[in-house]
């Protein structure tokens, strides 16, 4: 369905399987600062890990949190 998300569990050594239907399609999905984040295409969205539910307030563009790039946006 595109919504499928594999998680790999370091301790058992497994690969899990979630599906979250409430998150827009992701190409990846991490932790940074105990905050969840799925990103697709050049933005990206906080979420639940456990619910899946996407904070809808917080949708924003990669290239102005998580990475340089000179005079972006900028003219």
Known sequence: ???EVYNFDIKTKTV???VW????VSTSAFRWREH???FHG????RFHPVSGEADV???K???RSFMRCPNNGMR
């Open 1 to 3: 369905s595109g919504h």
């Open 16 to 18: 899990k399987k979630k």
């Open 21 to 24: 239907d409430r998150l827009p």
């Open 36 to 38: 969840y984040y799925c």
């Open 42 to 45: 050049p933005d990206f969205a």
């Open 57 to 59: 307030d917080y949708s």
């Open 61 to 63: 563009v990669t290239r």
